[in-house]
């Protein structure tokens, strides 16, 4: 079955940097859009990052355009989210999350998310 | 950007009851729709895309409808496990913003 399970969350210094994975099982990595989502403590879904199945296509948010990076490892199935300049109101739950094979993010797979926290 | 709004921000409701939540976006985006659900510390689970498709597992009593920038999820006969949060999404353009949710709890 689909399985997304996303690591590397902890406590971070502001100005810190982060690197998140997400491991992938049950589908073909290379057939499919990829996204990160966040969730602040108590607060709605924000969308940050799209890696597109072909790897032709990052975009991502004003929010932390510049600041964060995605990348994939497809030789082990890998998504990372690269984390740089980090800010206290970064903190949230991070998930990733599978998009619809045909492109649109409709997200039908998600990890049970990494919790970052962005304090001194 | 393609903004998203929601209405209620939250509804009371009980068992059995029926209960509609609105979205909106900022401008016109066909059926490029998408709602979710979340329960507390869990995940998001989507459960329509393209404004009325249910994925596939997702009871019968959800709904969606509407088109352009109006739309509506509809639960109907609501179930004790249907309490939780409701978030639409538009998926016409990147970046697919999420509206800022709607709580169904408990009257």
């Known amino acids: 079955q689909v399985q997304l399970v996303e690591s590397g969350g902890g406590v971070v210094q502001p100005g810190k940097s982060l690197t998140l994975s997400c491991a992938a099982s049950?589908?073909?990595?290379?057939?499919?859009?990829l996204h990160w989502v966040r969730q602040p403590p108590g607060k709605g879904l924000e969308w940050i990052a799209l890696?597109?199945?072909?790897?032709?296509?990052?975009s991502y948010a004003d929010s932390v355009k510049g600041r964060f990076t995605v990348y994939r490892d497809t030789s082990n199935d890998t998504l990372f989210l690269q984390m740089d300049g980090l800010r206290p109101e970064d903190t949230a739950v991070f998930y990733c999350a599978r998009g619809y094979p045909s492109g649109p993010p409709y997200l039908d797979h998600w990890g049970r998310g990494t919790l970052v926290t962005v304090s001194s | 950007d393609i903004q998203m709004t929601q209405s209620p921000s939250s509804v009371s409701a009980s068992v059995g009851d029926r209960v509609t939540i609105t979205c909106r976006a900022s401008q016109n985006i066909n059926r490029w729709l998408a709602w979710y659900q979340q329960k507390p510390g869990k995940a998001p689970k989507l459960l329509i895309s393209v404004a009325s498709n249910l994925e596939t597992g997702v009871p019968s009593r959800f709904s969606g409808s509407g088109s352009g920038t109006e739309f509506s999820l509809t639960i109907n006969s609501l179930q004790p496990e249907d309490f939780a949060t409701y978030y639409c999404?538009?998926?016409?353009?990147?970046?697919?913003?999420f509206g800022p949710g709607t709580v169904v709890d408990i009257k």
């Open positions: 049950g589908f073909a990595f290379g057939s499919y859009n």
């Open positions: 999404q538009q998926a016409k353009s990147v970046p697919p913003h």
């Open positions: 890696s597109s199945y072909d790897v032709s296509v990052k």
